[in-house]
């Protein structure tokens, strides 16, 4: 409020015009609708010719974190692996981050977040308009990565056609699922069904990554000897799934899967010194891999993409 009213009154003289209407304190009073980002909710990175921008479409706390992250690990050991990563054990912030890959032709976004609204703003900031997205890419069906699809009758991507895993669709399709109902299978003849080693659009290969989901895909993303993997829901927290890949996660549909495809994915990318993007690793969510006793230690990126 203070803030607000000083601010006016500085641009007011600065522009040397009378305070405009709309930063005058009694409509300062009114209470925004939203809590406004605290950070911008984009990132840019150049790949080769490809310019790829993680997309922040909100966040949200999560309370005793064990009961997600470590259904099979004890208390002890869940609070020393957490101590030692400088986190709390009892509470997480989970963030949801879609990615826009602009291609030249293309204008590709992996996943919508939780709601039109989220991933609506973050794009704008970023300055792309939805209408301009081409091609919508699902990684799998669960409602944080479809949600941003559509109202439940208005597609937010007016002028997308979409893609997604043949088996993913499949099962969602025959499981009475209220999200899917409402939101992906209305796309159904815009839809490109893809299978392991498929291409959605040139320069992306779909990776099968099951047991997240049945049908969960990660993709590979190539521009001028530049590669990235997007790891999608491969893992969901940066410590307790990276460097514990044997952890029951609360989300996995087949524990044992996802824990084999961790295993094998992570182990590829940390071989070959791949960079990755992970849906839910931390704003904005691209780093590298180092193997470190039984997984492996996220290394966030830092202008390795600005240059
Ligand atoms: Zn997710």
Known sequence: MTKLTRRATLMAAATGLAT?????????????????????????????DFTLTTLLAGTRPMADPQTI??????????AALSAAAFIPADASLNGFTPTLVETGSEVVLFDTGLSPEGITTALTAAGVAPEAVTL????????????GLSDGATPTFPNARYATGKVEYDFWAGAGNAGFDAK???????????????????????????????????????????SLILTADTANHYVWSLERPDWDVK??????QAAATRRALFGMIAAERLPFIGY???????????????????????YQFDL
């Open 136 to 147: 919508v890419v699902l990684t799998h069906m669960h409602g944080d990565h479809i949600g």
């Open 251 to 256: 989300y996995d549909m087949d524990k044992a």
């Open 20 to 48: 405009p209407a709309f930063l005058a304190p009694a409509t300062a009073q009114t209470a925004p609708a939203e809590t406004p980002p605290d950070r911008a909710p984009y990132r840019r990175l150049k790949l080769g």
């Open 184 to 226: 992906v299978r209305p796309l159904a003849d815009q839809t490109t069904f893809l299978n392991d080693g498929d291409s959605p659009a040139d320069g992306m290969t779909a990776i099968l990554a099951p047991g997240h989901t049945p049908g969960h895909m990660a993709f590979r993303i190539d521009s001028a000897g530049e």
């Open 69 to 78: 992250f470590g259904l099979n690990a004890t208390p002890e050991d869940f």
């Open 280 to 302: 839910h690793m931390p704003f904005p969510g691209v780093g590298f891999l180092e193997p470190k006793g039984d997984g492996f230690r996220f290394v966030p990126a830092t």
